[in-house]
């Protein structure tokens, strides 16, 4: 495959498809439509707006920040993944618990879409469009790889959302918590394989495996939900 | 009141961990001096200077053309050195390259701030420039 033909298909994935599985989800149902933008919204200030202008800030003003980064190959990826889990699950919890009013497991998929989609688009989807643009010379297996990697992390993201969401409506803080550590460790192993100079294709295939994980307490939560209503139908 | 203590316990960890004494004693002043050189000739655009000063195993993998390739850009668009305005220093071991000084320098010109890591042996010969 060419790498213009893979430009293409990986824009089409990560741009078009969150907006289409967003539309799927919500179909005429305006409140999900809505809860996919406040996911979107949610990523963009947290990270756009708060987290990464204060990543730069640090590494173009605080020497002691720079030093860190170069002489701390664990400490610096952990510190980058604490951060990370601190903004977008401190985000998710804020945006659930005070703007969302109807706490549906489908609002809780449908809010993860729009965070998970949001960064897709940001991250992948817009360089691309860039590089269609200026028809700039790129290796067609790097560019699918990427676009795969923002699928598998846009399932984390539901499975993140869902379980914020289920910890906010049943006052469950462990699952507030749990959601942060995983995600720390999610982010952590993943940066620490690049770190380390593995293939790419094994962070890609830990971020796989991890998916699966999630999608396991996705299907898990769902059918769980099913089985209550199931019984409350049959009392 | 477990829960607070873990917390405390892992960030106590954390900062133990990123205080670390240094990987080997050095002269803070004169590492910053000897960078201070390094970043001085980079400005003079004296590339096959800053090739000399390179240690001699890093030497071979660079060149003055490719470093004035990459370096002048950035500075025919910083303008005209004003000053430094901080450095800092510490000691690692590094896998690759043994053990080394990395010195952070910022340096105030005219249009812009530009950061220097300059990485230097235990004898300040250079092993690696970077500039952002």
Partial sequence: MSGQTAVILAA?????????????LAGGDKTRLLYALLGAATFLVFEYLLRFPLLSLLSNESLS?????????????????????????????LALRFLVRRRAFEDGVAFGIGFGGVESIALVGLPLLS??????????????????????????????????????????????????????????????????????????????????????YILYVRINILGHAEKGDAA | MKKSAAALLCAAVLLT????????????DAA??????????????????????????????????ALGAAVAPILDGAGRFVEYTKAKAVAYNDKQYGEIII????????????TYTVSLGRDFSLVGLYIK
């Avoid at chain 2, 010195?103 to 530009?114: D, H």
Wanted: net charge negative; aromatic share 12%.
């Fill in chain 2, 17 to 28: 961990a990123a205080c670390s004494p240094q990987a080997f004693e050095f002269d803070e």
């Fill in chain 1, 131 to 216: 590089v269609l643009i200026t028809k700039e010379d790129v290796s067609g297996a790097m560019v699918l790889i990427s676009a795969a990697e923002r699928v598998f992390t846009m399932v984390v993201h539901i499975a993140f959302s869902v379980m914020v969401l289920r910890g906010v409506e049943k006052k469950r803080v462990w699952e507030i918590l749990a959601a942060f550590t995983l995600h720390t460790v999610f982010n952590f192993i993943a940066l620490a394989l690049q770190v380390a100079g593995y293939p790419v294709y094994v962070s890609e295939l830990f971020i796989l495996g991890f998916m699966f994980f999630m999608l396991g």
């Fill in chain 1, 65 to 93: 920040f720079i030093l860190f980064s170069q002489t701390q190959p664990v400490l610096y990826p952990l510190a980058l993944s604490l951060s990370a889990a601190l903004f977008e699950e401190g985000g998710r919890y």
């Fill in chain 2, 32 to 65: 910053v001096a000897a960078a201070k050189d390094v970043i001085d000739l980079v400005y003079m655009l004296d590339f096959d200077a800053v090739c000399a000063l390179f240690r001699e195993d890093v030497r071979e993998m660079v060149s003055a053309e």
């Fill in chain 2, 103 to 114: 010195v952070a320098v910022q340096a105030k010109y005219e249009n812009e701030k530009l």
């Fill in chain 1, 12 to 24: 089409l994935i990560t741009v078009a498809l969150p907006i289409l599985a967003a539309a799927i």
